[in-house]
């Protein structure tokens, strides 16, 4: 259809928008959940010295090479060495150190033996020991220092989404403080006269509000903060107030929803046609779409009011823009191909994106059986994916290979 953008090209309009802030600091204690703006270096070497792999005895491994159990190997154990010791004690031929795992392997042995390996074990482990069975090489059972990371390698790349993995290969290293983008801070406007607090009586042509929960939940989940979520209306100056105030608390962006389209009563259309431009966008949810930004950099989205629109705009145009704010190096979620498990319409000219579900086989189903309407509230509760199927495309069939977006 003449006159919509595709996708790709209003997210390059949104992301050319996108002004990062200065980056904080954060203990590793208080960075999760966030990005990181720096390459994460090394300050210790992992391991951070060599050390044995398993509870035995540091030995040389002349010593014990041509163990067997016909022709045990006869040690004098001398030294005791558990996790934690600072004791590097010599060992002559014919001696071995007790060792326990994480230990520092003794400078004068080279390879480890485990209780196993050995006739008494650990009830027998500190006078004469018998190994009956040979290492398998110089350096058994030694977890050499540096072999995961030398000091000053880089361990962690900018735009590293900080969880618990990460913050613990950061600890690792000897890193207690990083550098991380500040959490964008977010205002959600709901706009609609037709919207009442979920649970209140509806009187007729009222519809519980549950845009702005949905926002809000999406915005967290993308590691940024609500500073401020309302409903106004649809006839006063609501949104414009709203980007005053959020200007005023120096806001990354506010999202509208509702109020985008081609009615009487459009209060975002009709109250920031000076701040914002509003066009069409070959996507199905979502095709109304509203964008600025003020001078400040403040980003103004005004996604379409339908339920399905939202979240769906959210995923395609606002969740990049958020997670570009936090310097995030990977701003799309991964695409797989899936076969589609049963077939489905799609609308002509616009690429579509539905709520969908995956089966067992890693089939792909509509979440909803009422078909891709932007209304349908409760089938995005059951979807787990969207499904992406082509503009061209009017009819999906069963078995047909489609683009999967997996919703984590
Ligand atoms: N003449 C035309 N009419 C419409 C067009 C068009 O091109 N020409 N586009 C349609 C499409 S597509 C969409 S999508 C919607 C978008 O409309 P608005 O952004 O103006 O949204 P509203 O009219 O305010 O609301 C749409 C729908 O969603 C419900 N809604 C709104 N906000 C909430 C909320 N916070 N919680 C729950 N539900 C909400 C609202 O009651 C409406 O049912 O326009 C079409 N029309
Ligand atoms: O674009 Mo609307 O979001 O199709 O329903």
New binding site residues.
């Given amino acids: 259809m003449s006159g919509m953008r595709t996708v790709e090209e209003q997210l390059a309009v949104v992301l050319a928008a996108v002004r990062t802030r200065p980056a904080v600091t954060r203990t590793l204690d208080e960075a999760v959940g966030f990005t990181l703006t720096e390459p994460a270096r090394a300050q210790n070497p992992v391991p951070v010295f060599d050390n044995s792999a398993m509870d035995g005895f540091a030995v040389r491994f002349a010593d014990v090479a041509t163990a067997s159990s016909e022709r045990p190997a006869v040690l004098r154990v001398v030294a005791d060495v558990p996790a934690g010791s600072a004791e590097d004690p010599p060992l002559a031929r014919g001696t071995a150190a007790r060792i326990m795992t994480g230990a520092p392997v003794p400078a004068a042995a080279d390879t480890v033996v485990p209780f196993e390996d050995t006739v008494g074990g650990l009830a027998d482990s500190l006078g004469d020991i018998r190994v009956v069975r040979a290492p398998a090489a110089e350096g058994a059972h030694v977890r050499r220092a540096g072999a995961d990371a030398a000091v000053g390698a880089v361990v962690l790349e900018p735009g590293t989404l900080l969880g618990a993995r990460q913050l613990a290969a950061l600890a690792s290293v000897g890193i207690a403080r990083v550098a991380v983008a500040p959490r964008p801070r977010v205002a959600i406007v ?3 006269a ?2 009442v607090p979920p649970g209140e009586p509806l009187a007729r042509g009222q ?6 929960l949905l926002l809000a939940g999406l915005v967290a989940e993308v590691g940024a903060e609500v500073v401020f979520r309302e409903v106004v209306g649809d006839d006063g100056a609501g949104p414009a107030e709203a980007v005053a105030r959020a200007t005023a608390l120096g806001l990354d962006a506010v999202i509208f ?7 009487a009563y ?1 209060p975002v259309r009709q109250g920031l046609s000076d701040a914002m431009e509003f066009v069409k966008v070959a996507m199905q ?4 779409q509203g964008f600025g930004a003020t001078d400040a950099g403040m980003l103004l989205f005004g996604l ?4 399905v ?1 939202v979240a769906v705009s959210f995923e395609v145009l606002v969740r990049p823009a958020l997670l570009r704010l936090q310097g995030r190096r990977d701003i799309h979620r991964p695409r797989r191909r899936l076969a589609a498990g049963t077939g489905w319409r799609t609308p002509p000219g616009r690429r579509q994106y539905l709520p969908a579900v995956i089966d067992a086989e890693g089939r792909v189903h509509p979440a909803t059986r009422g078909g891709s309407g ?2 349908l509230a409760v089938g995005l509760g059951a979807a787990t994916a969207y499904a992406i199927v082509a503009a061209e495309t009017e009819q999906v069939e069963i078995g047909d290979l489609i683009d999967v977006l997996e919703l984590s």
Avoid at 257 to 263: N, P, Q, Y
């Fill in positions: 709901s706009t609609g037709e919207l519809i519980p509000e549950s845009n702005g929803s509702g109020g985008v389209s081609a009615g459009e949810p979502g095709k109304p379409p009011g339908n339920p629109s932007s209304h």
